[in-house]
Nanobody, 124 residues
Framework: QVQLVQSGGGSVQAGGSLRVSCAAS????????MGWFRQAPGKEREGVAS????????YYTDSVKGRFTISRDNAKNTLYLQMNSLRPEDTGMHYC?????????????????WGQGTQVTVSS
């Protein structure tokens, strides 16, 4: 059973930076999408960023392009999301995902494994 254990996140003022991490246990799929989703209060869960583990290709939703960076440390089997120039609208629970089952990277139904969630709060 694959487990995704998240850490990081927290609270910061607008313009600040945070990093969230996701350690994947017993997961060695070299051709998969891993990524991050977030859910703000009262809103749908949305895809934030994804990385294709085979080629290292990265994808971002438009609102975070140029501010967020997704990366993966293969040796540690750990996924990261570095978030810079944070805005209040970035506030929400952030989830790590893996085990892509097909379809668009930003489809929340397209992943078999989810982390426990990490809160990110950005104050104005």
């Amino acid at each position: 059973q694959v487990q995704l254990v998240q850490s990081g996140g927290g609270s910061v003022q607008a313009g600040g930076s945070l990093r969230v991490s996701c350690a994947a246990s017993e997961y060695t799929n070299s051709r998969d999408f891993m990524g991050w989703f977030r859910q703000a209060p009262g809103k749908e869960r949305e895809g934030v960023a994804s990385i294709y583990t085979g080629a290292g290709t990265t994808y971002y939703t438009d609102s975070v392009k140029g501010r967020f960076t997704i990366s993966r440390d293969n040796a540690k089997n750990t996924l990261y999301l570095q978030m810079n120039s944070l805005r209040p609208e970035d506030t929400g629970m952030h989830y790590c995902v893996a085990g892509w089952s097909g379809g668009p990277w930003y489809g929340k139904r397209n992943y078999n494994y989810w982390g426990q969630g990490t809160q990110v709060t950005v104050s104005s």
